[in-house]
């Protein structure tokens, strides 16, 4: 294709350019002056979409190429066979990302080109330093991702009812580091003619696009309180769920559901609630059961009565839901036969920070995927038979993030 835009330098360049109604398009201009535009988006879709981006089977061979590739080995001569076979297989690497993430692939072929023209200073660990460089350029989209999605983590989860301005300013707190990189007020003001911004790396273009995100307010990122990704609102009301479909059922339906769990788990007349309704039950089922002859030791409970204390108590439910009825209020109201021995029962706290939000906040480039060990054995001393347990780098992040979790995750078999 050939170039449209005027004015640009000379050489490789990562742009982005407005092309109206919110919308701009990333542009990636080559040497010879041609370029490749991608299709136009909102800043808020692009960022969505750079932190989902899948790169496992992208880690998995850069991990594979640093721990398994003979240049690496513990020797005093490495042969130069071994570097340029480790070159070789890593410039096969961005090829596996021309699709899903184009941004990345057209930024390494410049960055692998830049590493590779370094010279040689004869000493004995030159070629081992070159092949690092490599690999940590390579490494470099992942980085940003796990950037981008601290970021998303910190500014956005919670903030449903906030203003953008509040959404930025809670950035800010959190991660003064990139505030100005991403502050809509550092924007170079365009009065006249199409808006083109350049952008010196893959962070830069992401932090350009949160400064354009955070300068409109016609769209906010949320996130699913279900699936736990992150949406685009269709309106400006409070939304708590995407329009995703996981696991076969829109999230919206499973989130609502769950959702009430949930409301129960964090709160004791509710509880007490749901106990008072299975011991009701249980007695409906053993009334029923019973012959005529041994119901006299029983507390009678037929179809009626337990109909007419489930309608009692569905509309308490509601009204102290509402907060119509206090909790020892919605207790004595449900109480018909007397089971309680107290109504006093508060709404739970809720974690307000758990380890995992705790770690992202301290540190800008937390990575779960290299924070966790892939495995560790611990004994507890503290049971009365100690014996040693095997803990997944999966089992570690769930601990750390319990209190903090999707609804699916929480109540779902995922």
Known sequence: MENKLRGIPSGPQLLLVEKGAGLFSTVHHYEDGTEKQLPATTPAKDLIAAAE????????????????????????????????????????????????????????????????????????????????????????????????????????????????????????????????????????????????????????????????????????????????????????????????????FPCKQRGARFKRNLVEDQDGALKLCNQLRDRMYARLLRWQDAAPGERDSLIPMDYGQYEAWSENARLARMEYLKGQLTAEEFLRRIDATHELESYEAGKAELVKETAWQCMVAGNFAFDAETHYPEVIQVLDLRAEEPKWELYTADDLRREDQKGHQSLRKRYGKA
């Open 53 to 248: 981006i899948d790169y496992r089977a992208y880690r998995r061979e850069i991990k594979r190429l640093r721990d398994e590739h003979p240049l690496f080995a513990a020797r005093l001569d490495i042969p130069m066979a071994d570097f340029e076979d480790f070159v070789a297989e890593a410039l096969l690497l961005p090829s596996m990302l021309q699709k899903v993430d184009p941004v990345s692939f057209f930024v390494l072929g410049e960055l692998l080109d830049q590493a590779l023209q370094r010279e040689d200073d004869d000493s004995a660990l030159f070629l081992l330093n070159a092949a690092e460089e490599l690999l940590y350029v390579l490494e470099d989209p992942i980085r940003t991702q796990v950037c981008l999605r601290n970021i998303l983590e910190m500014t956005f989860d919670g903030m449903e009812r906030a203003t953008q301005r509040e959404r930025f300013e809670k950035l800010c707190r959190i991660y003064p580091q990139v505030s100005g990189l991403c502050d809509p007020a550092s924007l170079p003001d365009v009065e006249q003619g199409q808006k083109v911004f350049r952008a010196n790396s893959i962070f830069g273009l992401r932090m350009l696009e949160l400064a354009l995100y955070f300068q409109q307010d016609k769209q906010r990122i949320a996130r699913c309180d279900y699936c736990w990704g992150w949406f685009i609102p269709k309106t400006k009301k409070v939304t708590r769920y995407c329009d995703r479909v996981t696991d076969g």
